[in-house]
């Protein structure tokens, strides 16, 4: 039996560990009835989603992640293959790090890890390792790239940063056993999808302003253009009769007058949920916002969820 520690390995903002108690309303009330079926997620980021299906449906005969930042999927791989390995190296890391007791050395040996990474001239063990390691302690817990793709979040100054969480390595390496991991564009998933399927789609979230765009995952840019690209995929995918969730900001929330998603996908259910934001560069526009649930089916569970190791499972259709 998967022990409850099972989660998300690395911190990414967006991530939607907040927001699950919410979205298990949304899920197709047909999933706990399935013989079997396959779980994908296109845009993979820290996987609070993937752990919570992978737990809570043993059904899924198969899930299907990916994501086009090579880093993160990598360390997915690492965790599945090698999770021996990268315990191993993210204790030695821990203990050189827990040594260094004054903040500007704590600060010079980050940098230095940080130069190695974007050097990307490491064993894939280390590469995770050091990806780890600087989401932990970098500030925020952000993973950001400039133009040539190198990380480059400042310090953090974090007293005693969780740097191996071991039993949460070896408990979704256990799980990510039947995941197969891919790396590249998200319009790759789709030799997986058969009607047997569950699609949650988590894009880069279209800016509510310009000061709330300060974060790239990758050097690509995810703008207008690839958010309707994504549309056009969603239909694609619907017309093959697989369901479908997909989450993005709510723009008209902070601009009445921007429907962009409304009218984008006017002919689904689109629904307004409330989510924390803490990562902003001004101060008063963290805190509540609502974000966009968008579906392609109307019948949906009632479940009762919570994170306690005993927890209890109802569906009933809606």
Known sequence: MIKAEAKPFIKWVGGKGQLLSTFVDMLPVSLSKLDGFTYMEPFIGGGAMLFFMLKTFPNIDKAVINDLNPDLIKAYNIVKTRPEDLV????????????????????????????????????????????????????????????????????????????????????????????????????????????????????????????????SYSKEIFDDSEQIRLKKYFDRLSDKHCLIMLSNSDCKGRNNDDTFFDDLYKEYNIDRVYASRSINSNPLKRGKLTELLIRNYTNISRFIYSDSKDKQIEYAAV
Request: a neutral charge; glycine letters at 4%.
């Open 88 to 215: 191993s190296t993210l204790k030695s890391i821990d203990k050189e790090y827990s040594d260094i007791t004054n903040d500007n050395d704590r600060k010079y040996f980050y940098l230095t890890v940080r130069k190695h990474f974007n050097t990307k001239e490491l064993s894939d063990v280390d590469n995770t390792a050091y990806l780890i390691f600087l989401n932990k302690t970098c500030f925020n817990g952000l993973y950001r790239v400039n133009s040539k793709g190198e990380f480059n979040v400042p310090f953090g100054r974090y007293k005693n940063p969780k740097i191996c969480d071991e039993s949460t390595i070896f408990e979704d390496s256990k799980l990510l056993q039947k995941v197969e991991i891919i790396n590249g564009d998200f319009e790759q998933t789709e030799k997986f999808v058969s009607k047997n399927t569950f699609v949650y789609f988590d894009p880069p979230y279209r800016p509510l302003d310009k000061t709330s765009s300060f974060t």
